[in-house]
């Protein structure tokens, strides 16, 4: 019976994990009086490896994603030329409360983007630049069975400056999980 598959003792949730992930992605960026220049929507493919101690009724652990954006954010008009928001990376440490066979979460931790300009037709010196950030979410994620788990995440990442110390950014991702525990 699914009672009996899904174990709820000691060391359910414990040990490592990894797994894909399907991401909508609303991306937007302002001035520093953050009025919107360009906001834009993708679906974006990424992958997730993470490590879950558990102790009593809490779930801690840390956990690395990179999610392929592939987002354009440069219109010549507005930016003077193009600008593609390749990828972003989290580090991630979590937080969650463990009831039976399901887990309710919050995240908190670093992002990282790597913007390309090298398509912009303006600049003299086109280049790849990295820039960071910070990551906030919560999440809630439920064993199919004892390797098996389905999660759905919502995170925002803020960026300080991107390509320019007048733009922020925020990314906010509503996320589809699917995980092995190995």
């Known amino acids: 019976?699914?009672?009996e598959e899904v174990n709820t003792s000691k060391g359910a949730w414990q040990g490592f994990y990894g797994g894909v992930s399907l991401s909508n992605i609303d991306s937007k960026l302002m001035?520093?009086?953050?009025?919107?220049?360009?906001?834009?929507?993708?679906?974006s493919p990424g992958l997730h490896l993470g490590f879950n101690n558990e102790t009593a009724n809490f779930v801690i652990g840390a956990e690395a994603e990179i999610t392929n954006v592939n987002h354009d954010i440069g219109r010549p008009e507005v930016l003077y030329g193009g600008v593609i928001l390749q990828d972003v990376s989290?580090?991630?440490?979590?937080?969650?409360?463990?009831?039976?066979?399901?887990?309710f979460y919050?995240?908190?931790?670093?992002?990282?983007?790597?913007?390309?300009?090298?398509?912009?037709?303006?600049?003299?010196?086109?280049?790849?630049?990295?820039?960071?950030?910070?990551?906030?979410?919560?999440?809630?994620?439920?064993?199919?069975?004892?390797?098996?788990?389905?999660?759905?995440?919502?995170?925002?990442?803020?960026?300080?400056?991107?390509?320019?110390?007048?733009?922020?950014?925020?990314?906010?991702?509503?996320?589809?999980?699917?995980?092995?525990?190995?």
Not at 31 to 43: L, Q
Not at 90 to 103: E, H
């Open 106 to 182: 919050g995240v908190l931790g670093k992002s990282f983007t790597t913007l390309d300009d090298t398509t912009d037709p303006i600049l003299s010196r086109r280049k790849k630049h990295y820039e960071n950030g910070r990551t906030k979410g919560i999440g809630y994620s439920r064993k199919i069975n004892q390797k098996l788990l389905v999660s759905f995440e919502w995170t925002e990442d803020s960026f300080d400056t991107v390509g320019s110390s007048t733009l922020l950014t925020t990314m906010k991702s509503a996320t589809i999980r699917a995980s092995y525990r190995f």
């Open 31 to 43: 001035n520093i009086t953050g009025s919107t220049i360009i906001s834009g929507n993708s679906v």
């Open 1 to 3: 019976s699914y009672a």
């Open 90 to 103: 989290r580090l991630k440490l979590k937080v969650g409360i463990k009831l039976n066979d399901s887990l």
